[in-house]
DNA sequence: CAAGAATAGAGAAAAGTTTCACATTTACCG
DNA sequence: CGGTAAATGTGAAACTTTTCTCTATTCTTG
């Protein structure tokens, strides 16, 4: 299976309705329906259908689906079954509240690293914010530690003029995910898995839309 | 002008185009045409071009754009010539790095509120952790302060269980613009603008990209 | 046990978005 | 001053995604 044709608006969907059949699930309902869980996420009740037969027959019909059964299969789609090994890089502002809150990540993401080009200046800012020591590591170290703690996914939280050069150093490493949060759109070579997530694009966008749209 | 065929793919890109133009002005570039801009920003060139042409003509046949211009013109567009005002509701691990961490956002979004169910108790610590005092309120004053403030935008950062009520208050305010930073999908009247902003969402693509797509 | 209500699955249609291809415009060079 | 190269703007085509509609299945109730 290779799942190549999935539109990517699907895998994020899924994520909102495995987030919804965790609550439906704490609830102690047994069994929901399309529509209603179309309703819960704010989509159409044709498209949960649709986003779930790319990946099989999950429902009975005349009946809907089990909650627990959806979840746990929309769970091995996603591969949320599974932990995954994140390391932080540029331990600023931003990287070091990524490192402070890590129940900003579910259970199944761990960091395992966390990096900066100035590891001495950094370690007692964040330990003592943090309260309990932390490692920091130079970027230099990237391809060993990568290696030996089987690191999955960076988090480039760096400033956005250093992007790059972090992404080059991704690259020659054994990591292949990257979660972008600096505001650059990185070149990387083909065979990674590359998504930015840059905060004020959302807030400019609320701000069109507050502009052309509302009212 | 309504602009209300404009998809938002486009309005996200036109986020990514201003902040590259930014940087080739800092760097003295006077003129960008659609290829290279589009190749920094990772997309077409066609997409660049149609991009802009759903709001005029920037370009000069022949030439490209001037870099200046376009950035005006687009800055305009999207709003970001004029000030706005957020508040931040939910001062907890999230609220507060938002709070403490103003450089997220660039400096036409200002915070002129925060609001938690709890205030005493969350003055003192973020207080100590931001180095000033901080105010902060309780949410029955929401609507009060949302018209003395002028507050555009509310970050509902709160717990997800809480997020619908949050939302509920904002439907009765002045406030007409939300990026919603909780795992829920918040129901809210006609008439407001409401972006959602989970971050595990988009791990959980990486993931699912590491999964399937890579190798 | 039969009829009716509820609901998934799936093909087709509709809507939306991206890319192509080319006519047109501009600058530059010999 | 004319030819060539570069680059925009745009209609059409291609592609993708969403929505509609209908059929088949299951459960419930009388």
Redesign the pocket.
């Known amino acids: 299976m290779k799942f190549s044709?999935v539109?990517?608006?699907?895998i994020r969907r899924l994520s909102a309705y495995v987030r919804h059949l965790e609550v439906l699930e704490e609830k102690g309902e047994v069994v929901?329906?399309?529509?209603s869980l179309a309703e819960s996420c704010g989509?159409?009740?044709?498209?949960v259908?649709?986003d779930?037969?790319y990946f099989g027959?999950?429902?009975?019909?005349?009946?809907?689906?089990y909650i627990k059964d959806l979840s746990d299969n929309i769970k091995t789609i996603l591969g949320l079954n599974r932990e995954w090994h994140l390391a932080i890089i540029g331990i600023g502002n931003l990287g070091s509240s990524l490192l402070f809150y890590k129940d900003f990540f579910k259970k199944n993401y761990k960091i395992v690293a966390a990096f900066d080009v100035d590891p001495a200046g950094v370690v007692g800012r964040v330990s003592e914010k943090i309260g309990k020591p932390v490692e920091i590591l130079h970027p230099e170290q990237l391809q060993e530690v990568a290696r030996d703690r089987r690191i999955d996914i960076a988090i480039i939280a760096t400033p956005a003029s250093e992007a790059q050069k972090v992404a080059d150093q991704i690259a020659q490493s054994s990591i292949r995910g990257i979660l972008n949060f600096t505001p650059t759109q990185i070149q990387m070579p083909k065979g990674f898995a590359v998504k930015n997530y840059f905060f004020t694009t959302i807030l400019d966008n609320v701000a069109y839309l507050l502009r052309w749209r509302v009212k």
């Open positions: 044709k539109p990517e608006a699907t929901v329906s399309s529509a989509v159409n009740a044709a498209q259908r649709k779930l037969a027959e999950f429902g009975i019909r005349g009946v809907g689906y």
